[in-house]
């Protein structure tokens, strides 16, 4: 056993000698700022830190050739000195760190300061940065004591060359810097800072310590204001959820979201949201959110919700963005559905405002978180239509527990409907149709239609749903005149009549069209038939006509007619004898000519007129004589005597010829014609 513990002795001890005593490196020993109260820290690197080791920390006064103080810090790598440790600080002191392993001892490198000059400010921080058209102004904290320092500054676009410049700034001003950049590219810049030392002992400028440097990316300022979008997810129970999303970048669009540009976001984008949901608070209040995601869940009331954002990064924010999600619509009635079961546990946002044509929401709306819909109902004007909310609010969950339109007061609508139009009149129905009373001329909520029927001596009336505008109007008389009237009726009564009056249509009219489409084949199937047929005949007869007309035994004419002559004259066309007929009628008058040109026409179809007593007698044996057809004669016995028996010879030979340009067999008729009035 003894035998053991002396060989295990034995081992330690050797590799203790072997290993030996590493010394660390010099210390470093300062105070936080130049204030004089200020306690000392000494540091020193390790360099063989596995060892079981302890340290001792000493500071030696070379003026006065004697110890200060010995600090034991065990395994430490640093030890706070302070003040009343060490007395006196402005003499010039050796400072050395004893590491001891077993009973090996080993010193580091001594320093030999004035500790009272040994400052080494905390690195600087950056308070605020802002950047604008190619000027960065940097705001940096103060170091602890207050004081003006000496600043040294460096800078570069990624992948370039640092470029640097020193700065010092005063004891009473913010710690302010401008520098000039190129505005639209990405920086990084350090920046470290000593104490600016007042004593004369601290004048060697070996005894400035440096800060670290601070290290930070500098972003190019964001341009674009945010755009934000908004879906309306749920709308049930009195809430509504809403998903917020917005960017900030020109490639944003309906279905994507960007991160701005990487010159904007180096360094980080948060957005700061406000959301005023709550419309009993403050005009400016509203819930703050700082996020870096691009979109935002909340859920909102039934009211109006105003939505704000702006982005920020290192160097500022773009302009900021606000947007109105709009109060749903509107209702014309209460909706007994909403619950309005409201406890005490619930905070409440009674909101109130004009809403006189039934939609506009005002600009300025009034609201309370301590009045209830009775306080209010009667505070508004009367006869115009309001709207209110009751919103309640429980665990920053938000809820518009009732709205409704409302009046104080109700009247009778100030006018009848407007357009009120008759149309699909039949012999027995009219549909009446008309434009709704709007809103403002209601005064109170409408609650059916009246509609008078007046006619026939009596007077029909009808209620009618208001939200109906149109009404069809059954068992009406035919062809009768009747008057509608039509009045919006409220709570508080019938309004003013709207009139029109129209005439249903009589029981033949009243024939549906396909009826009358029948109707109309037959008439005109009825005339083809009637033109045929005459036609037919007048076809037939033409060759039929001329027989009676030939046979001599009907002609009484005189024997010393010329014959060469008449068959000279020999035409075939009516319508030469119509148009040569209107030659001589400088001495007709226009119903002379017109018989005249009957004449013709006569002629073929109306053989069978009865004839006509002679109005002249001297014409009656001619007509005898030369007219073959009763009807000539009719005719003839028309024209006025003079026409044939007092002209003067003259006219005879216009007569004459005019006649001999008729048909063939009514030349011969002429002809005789002729010889009458010579007779
Ligand atoms: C000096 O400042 C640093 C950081 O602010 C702090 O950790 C340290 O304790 C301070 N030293 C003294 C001696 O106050
Ligand atoms: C210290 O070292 C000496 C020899 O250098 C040795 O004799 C002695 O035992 C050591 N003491 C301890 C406690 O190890
Ligand atoms: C280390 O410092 C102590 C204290 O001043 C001294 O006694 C010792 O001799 C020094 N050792 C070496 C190796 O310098
Ligand atoms: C930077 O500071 C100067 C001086 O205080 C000021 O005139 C300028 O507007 C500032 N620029 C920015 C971008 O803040
Ligand atoms: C910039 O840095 C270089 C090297 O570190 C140094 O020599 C020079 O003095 C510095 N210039 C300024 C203005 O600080
Ligand atoms: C609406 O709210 C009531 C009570 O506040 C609850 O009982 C009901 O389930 C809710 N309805 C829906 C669809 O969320
Ligand atoms: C930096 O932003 C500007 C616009 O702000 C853009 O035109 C430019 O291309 C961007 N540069 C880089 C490197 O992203
Ligand atoms: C958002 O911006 C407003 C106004 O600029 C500011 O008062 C608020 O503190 C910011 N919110 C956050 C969370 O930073
Ligand atoms: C927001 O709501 C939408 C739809 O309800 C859902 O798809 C999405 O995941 C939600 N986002 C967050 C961040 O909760
Ligand atoms: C009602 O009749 C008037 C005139 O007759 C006409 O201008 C108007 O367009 C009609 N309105 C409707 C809805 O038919
Ligand atoms: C509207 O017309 C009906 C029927 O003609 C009549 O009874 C009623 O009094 C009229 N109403 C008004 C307000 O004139």
């Not at 302890?54 to 034991?72: A, G, P, V, Y």
């Not at 809403?242 to 948060?270: C, F, Q, Y």
Request: aromatic share 8%.
């Amino acid at each position: 056993m003894r035998m053991r513990v002396a060989v295990l002795v034995l081992v330690v001890s050797v590799s203790l000698t072997e290993a030996g005593c590493v010394s660390t490196s010099r210390p470093h020993c300062y105070k936080n700022s130049t204030r004089p109260e200020e306690d000392f820290i000494c540091e020193w690197d390790e360099r063989n830190p596995e060892k079981s080791q302890t340290r001792t920390l000493h500071i030696w006064d070379s003026e006065k050739k004697q110890f200060l103080t010995h600090m034991n810090c065990g395994k430490r790598a640093q030890t706070n000195i302070l003040l009343e440790q060490l007395g006196i600080t402005n003499r010039k002191t050796d400072i050395w760190v004893q590491t001891q392993v077993g009973n090996l001892t080993c010193n580091s490198s001594k320093i030999s300061v004035i500790l009272e000059c040994m400052v080494k400010y905390s690195k600087p921080q950056i308070r605020r940065m802002k950047r604008l058209a190619g000027i960065l102004n940097l705001t940096l904290d103060k170091p602890k004591d207050n004081k003006g320092a000496k600043y040294e500054i460096r800078w570069r676009e990624s992948g370039s060359e640092w470029q640097n410049a020193t700065f010092e700034t005063k004891d009473s001003t913010e710690d302010f810097y401008t520098l000039h950049l190129h505005y639209t590219k990405i920086y990084q810049i350090q920046l470290r800072r000593q104490a600016k030392l007042q004593s004369s002992l601290c004048e060697n400028s070996l005894h400035a310590l440096w800060s670290d440097w601070s290290l930070v990316d500098v972003p190019s300022e964001i341009r674009r204001t945010p755009v934000i979008r908004w879906v309306e997810n749920n709308l049930k129970n009195g809430t509504r959820d809403i998903t917020l999303s917005w960017d900030v970048s020109m490639k944003g669009t309906e279905h994507t979201r960007n991160a701005p540009p990487d010159n904007e976001s180096v360094g980080g984008v948060k957005y700061n949201l406000t959301l005023s949901v709550w419309p009993c608070t403050k005009k400016q209040k509203g819930m703050d959110h700082l996020t870096v995601t691009q979109t935002y869940n909340t859920s909102i009331t039934y009211s109006e919700a105003w939505i704000s954002i702006f982005a920020t990064n290192n160097v500022g924010s773009s302009p900021r963005k606000q947007i109105i999600i709009p109060a749903v619509k509107h209702l014309n009635y209460c909706d007994s559905h909403m619950s309005s079961n409201v406890n005490n546990a619930m905070k409440t946002c009674l909101e109130w405002y004009k809403l006189e044509d039934g939609e506009t929401r005002p600009r300025t709306v009034n609201k309370s978180p301590k009045k209830s819909f009775q306080d209010i109902k009667n505070e508004v004007e009367n006869f115009v239509r309001h709207y209110y909310f009751l919103h309640t609010m429980k665990k920053n969950h938000y809820k518009t527990a009732v709205m409704c339109p409302f009046y104080s007061k109700q009247r009778a609508p100030i006018n009848g409907p407007a357009n009120v139009n008759i149309s699909d009149v039949t012999h027995e129905s009219a549909v009446v149709s008309w434009f709704s009373i709007p809103v403002v001329e209601q005064r109170g909520f409408l609650q059916h239609y009246v509609i008078w029927i007046s006619g026939q001596g009596n007077t029909k009336f009808h209620k009618v749903s208001a939200h109906k505008t149109s009404f069809l109007i059954k068992g009406l008389h035919p062809g009768a005149s009747y008057t509608i009237s039509i009045a919006g009726s409220t709570e508080a009564g019938t309004g003013p009549n709207s009139t029109v009056n129209f005439e249903t249509h009589s029981k033949e009219m009243g024939l549906p069209w396909q009826d009358r489409t029948i109707l109309i084949i037959c008439v005109v199937a009825l005339l083809c038939t009637i033109i045929c047929s005459v036609a037919v005949r007048r076809l037939k007869l033409l060759p039929e006509v001329p027989s009676p007309v030939l046979d001599t035994t009907e002609f009484r004419c005189p024997e010393e007619q010329d014959l060469s002559q008449m068959m000279e004259e020999v035409h075939e066309f009516v319508l030469l004898l119509r148009q040569d007929l209107s030659e001589p009628r400088e001495d007709v008058t226009p119903e002379q000519g017109t018989l005249l040109q009957d004449f013709g026409l006569v002629v073929f179809e109306e053989e069978d007129e009865e004839d006509e007593e002679g109005g002249v007698t001297d014409l009656s044996s001619m007509t005898s004589c030369c007219y073959p057809n009763p009807s000539y004669r009719g005719q003839t016995l028309q024209l006025p005597e003079p026409f044939y028996m007092t002209d003067s010879t003259s006219k005879d030979n216009d007569i004459e010829s005019t006649y001999r340009n008729g048909l063939s067999f009514e030349t011969r008729v002429l002809e005789c014609d002729k010889t009458a009035p010579e007779t």
